[in-house]
């Protein structure tokens, strides 16, 4: 199970930062995705371990920014300048398989989940 946190409520134009753990797991990417009720999970943002490289979400690149504490074994998911469309449940995905790029935006190649946390963004 990864232990993922730090969602809450803010306002349009406020930030947050996510927080996931992969409690003692060998994986290669760390993933995020969010779901809004009556819709598909959505790929937000991975990263790839072995220090192969970020990717982002159309909608959230120059606003969000996933980065990792070596030392803390956390992967960190920065987002600012929030929009009320960034509404979700967001969820942190693992995997130890070495995904290409192609492959990090679909949720069956992610082996690992967190139980997802909660963001609201008002306008």
């Known amino acids: 199970q990864l232990q993922a946190s730090g969602g809450g409520l803010t306002q349009a134009g406020g930030s947050l930062t996510l927080q996931c753990a992969p409690d003692?797991?060998?994986?290669?990417?760390i993933s995020w995705f969010r779901q809004v009720p009556g819709k598909d999970r959505q790929f937000v943002a991975a990263?790839?371990?072995?220090?192969?490289?970020?990717a982002y979400a159309d909608s959230v690149k120059g606003r969000f920014t996933i980065s990792r504490d070596r030392a803390k074994n956390t992967l960190y998911l920065q987002m600012n300048s929030l929009k009320p469309e960034d509404t979700a449940v967001y969820f942190c995905?693992?995997?130890?398989?070495?995904?290409?790029?192609?492959?990090?935006?679909?949720?069956?190649?992610?082996?690992?989940w967190g139980q997802g946390t909660q963001v609201t963004v008002s306008s």
């Open positions: 003692g797991r060998t994986v290669n990417v």
């Open positions: 990263f790839k371990l072995s220090g192969a490289g970020v």
């Open positions: 995905a693992a995997t130890s398989g070495r995904l290409i790029t192609s492959e990090l935006r679909n949720e069956v190649n992610y082996d690992y």
